[in-house]
């Protein structure tokens, strides 16, 4: 997402999720549907939303990426992390949730889930005093 700046800082409190998909976590189960249909369709190269799909993940991808190097810099993250496989990690953890919460949105807490992911997450990848 051009001009977004994300800090590791940025992922904690409640805002926190916004960040990561754009707004997407609190709009409605279809519209999230809607989106991973088509990512699904456009996955075999030449359909018109293709490139939109290419760009929608390697801009989420650089998004956080960009925050955890961030986080490394400010010496809140482990120097040892390869940022742009755990980045990969993450997004594919909040699609995989996506994918699941329209499907049965009553079973599936997509923003608590997420929360517990990232809070454990947070605890293995911090910096060591």
Do not use: K
């Not at 799909?53 to 992390?81: C, K, N």
């Not at 909040?94 to 947070?122: C, K």
Request: charged share 25%; glycine share 10%.
């Amino acid at each position: 997402m051009p001009g977004v700046q994300l800090r590791v800082s940025d992922l904690r409190g409640p805002e926190r999720h916004r960040y990561l998909h754009h707004g997407r976590l609190s709009g409605a189960a279809w519209l999230v549907q809607l989106s991973h249909v088509l990512a699904a369709e456009s996955g075999g190269g030449d359909h018109p939303a293709a490139e939109y799909s290419r760009r929608h993940f390697m801009e989420a991808r650089t998004l956080v990426r960009t925050a955890l190097e961030a986080g490394i810099a400010d010496g809140e993250l482990r120097e040892d992390l390869d940022c742009g496989l755990l980045a990969t990690q993450i997004v594919a953890v909040m699609e995989g949730l996506e994918n699941q919460w329209p499907a049965d949105p009553g079973q599936v807490d997509l923003v608590g889930v997420f929360h517990a992911y990232t809070r454990d997450l947070r605890e293995w990848i911090r910096a060591t005093p």
